[in-house]
Each structure stands twice: as C-alpha cells, then as structure tokens.
C-alpha cells in the first residue's frame, strides 16, 4: 500500500469532505477504517466506486461518533461473554421476582428495587455486547457506553457492578 494513499483516505475520513469518485484506490479506505477500528474487515463499505460517496459518509459519522471511544481490546477488562451472559440472566430472574412481589406488595422499595435492577442490567448488557464477536464499531460504542455508565474509575479497574441490587437483600435466621 502507498503511504499516501493511506494519507489520503485517512484525510478524507477524518474530514467532512464529499467525493463523488474516490480519490485515492478504495483498498486504502478499507485499510485506515478496518486499523482505526470503523469497521470490521468482512464489511461492505468500499467495496465498489459507485457506492463510494455513501461508503464514506458512513464511515465518517462513525468515526466522529467514536472520537473518544476506547480501542476495542479494551474488552479484555472484563469477564467472558458467557459470565456476563449468566449475570444477565441472573439479573432478569431477580427482576421477575421483584415483579412476582409487586403483586402482592405495593411496597415503595420493590419499584425502587426493580429501577436499580434495571440499571445494573444496562451495565452487564454493554459489557457483553463488548466481549462478544462484534464488529469492532458496535464493541467500541459499547465499551464508550459502558465507560459513561460505570465510571472511568471503575472501567480502567474493569470492575462491573452486582448484577443484582445486593443491599436490597435482607438477612433472615
């Protein structure tokens, strides 16, 4: 590949400048958007000129909306698709038995209960849309997404909160 075609595309990609042709071959498109993690390799973007000026459009906004995103092997942070899996799950079954005690209660704490419950699912949600086999557009935006809601402290630690709302529990002898 030539180092300035791989200029051009990159320069192209970064700005909001629209192309009616491709100024440079459309293998170096592919090459800077599949390196700065815009998209996956197996894509379709760049694969025919005359879908160029819609191809770059769209890996622009993605680029934009991935501007203080974290790499994508930032996902090594956190457990296994299949634990974060089983804490989702976990989670749904204690909502559906907040849900069960709703009927019979109309407790102010299970409502607050079941919001909590909610919250920490969205956490353990990103967290697997993370660590699962993504393109690495849709793992970056998760890990963004997941960074925002658990804290940068927490994230750099690769901490995830309870799956559950743990002080909710009460002890019984």
């Known amino acids: 590949m030539i180092p300035l075609n791989l200029l051009i595309a990159a320069v192209c990609i970064t700005t909001d400048a629209k192309f009616d042709a491709p100024p440079c071959p459309l293998s170096a498109f ?20 005359e879908y160029f000026p819609q191809n770059l459009e769209c890996i622009q906004e993605r680029y934009r909306g991935l501007l203080d995103a974290p790499p994508a ?8 698709r299949d634990f ?9 079954t204690y909502l559906a038995h907040l849900e069960q005690l709703r009927l019979v209660s109309k407790a102010d704490w299970i409502r607050e209960a079941m919001t909590e419950t909610e919250e920490l699912y969205r956490a353990w949600d990103l967290a697997r849309d993370a660590v699962s086999g993504y393109a690495p557009y849709y793992r970056r935006r998760a890990l963004c997404d997941l960074r925002d809601l658990i804290g940068p402290h927490a994230y750099y630690a690769g901490c995830l909160p309870c799956p559950v709302p743990v002080w909710r529990f009460q002890r019984t002898d």
């Not at 592919?30 to 000129?49: I, K, S, T």
């Not at 092997?73 to 296994?80: K, L, Y």
């Not at 974060?84 to 749904?92: D, L, Q, V």
């Open 73 to 80: 092997i930032d996902a090594e942070r956190f457990p296994s």
């Open 84 to 92: 974060c899996c089983e804490m989702a799950a976990f989670n749904r």
């Open 30 to 49: 592919r090459a800077v958007a599949v390196q700065w993690e815009l998209m996956d390799a197996d894509e379709w973007p760049f694969r025919h000129p």
